[in-house]
T-cell receptor
Framework: KAGVTQTPRYLIKTRGQQVTLSCSPI?????VSWYQQTPGQGLQFLFE???????NKGNFPGRFSGRQFSNSRSEMNVSTLELGDSALYLC?????????????FGEGSRLTVL | QQQVKQSPQSLIVQKGGISIINCAYE??????FPWYQQFPGKGPALLIA?????SEKKEGRFTISFNKSAKQFSLHIMDSQPGDSATYFC????????????FGTGTRLQVFP
């Protein structure tokens, strides 16, 4: 059974640009959550999608957005990139809502903003 | 009230020793407490989880101890091995439609032979 796939794995952008990250969940999983991981800050919750609906959102500015498609694949977008957006962005899928079940994480997309 | 505080930030243990990582939470509504393990270059993976109806859960060398009144829970790794060297995250949530899984800031564990 294939795991969670995130693309691209690495990318470098400059300030002011925008970026789109993609996540393909495990087959059959309907929930996709996104996290930002930085040293010292741990895993910061961005948002969760379940059946194409955003179920929850973290405390990030509106520059961070996401969506989920009918096949459960998800994308997140960051517009007007800032230096502080440099981080590992992790996607996780789960059978049920993330709050009560096991999350299966991808290996992440490492974004560097210059 | 949504925070999960984790300590220590880093931990160095000799092979065969006991590794202890502590977490504290504020929201008394939380009822699901998982621990995730992350190796370099990989995403976190569920290690063990507990719900507040029990005070301890053991899986192999890994044990979660839960103190509901103190709003604290901890991970104990017995007979620590170099292969346990990883970053460990505690987390907490309230099961339901609108809650989210809140992670601690992580503990980097290094086990030396």
């Amino acid at each position: 059974k294939a795991g969670v796939t995130q693309t691209p794995r690495y990318l470098i952008k400059t300030r002011g640009q925008q970026v789109t990250l993609s996540c393909s969940p495990i087959s059959g999983h309907r929930s996709v959550s996104w996290y930002q991981q930085t040293p010292g800050q741990g895993l910061q919750f961005l948002f969760e999608y379940f059946s194409e609906t955003q179920r929850n959102k973290g405390n990030f500015p509106g520059r961070f957005s996401g969506r989920q498609f009918s096949n459960s694949r998800s994308e997140m977008n960051v517009s007007t990139l800032e230096l502080g957006d440099s981080a590992l962005y992790l996607c996780a899928s789960s059978l049920q809502l993330a709050s009560g079940g096991e999350l299966f994480f991808g290996e992440g997309s490492r974004l560097t903003v210059l | 009230q949504q925070q999960v505080k984790q300590s220590p930030q880093s931990l160095i243990v000799q092979k065969g020793g006991i590794s202890i990582i502590n977490c504290a939470y504020e929201n008394t509504a939380f009822d699901y407490f998982p621990w995730y393990q992350q190796f370099p270059g990989k995403g976190p993976a569920l290690l063990i989880a507990i719900r507040p109806d029990v005070s301890e859960k053991k899986e192999g060398r890994f044990t979660i101890s839960f103190n509901k009144s103190a709003k604290q829970f901890s991970l104990h790794i017995m007979d620590s091995q170099p292969g346990d060297s990883a970053t460990y995250f505690c987390a907490a949530s309230k099961e339901g439609n609108t809650d989210k899984l809140i992670f601690g800031t992580g503990t980097r564990l290094q086990v030396f032979p």
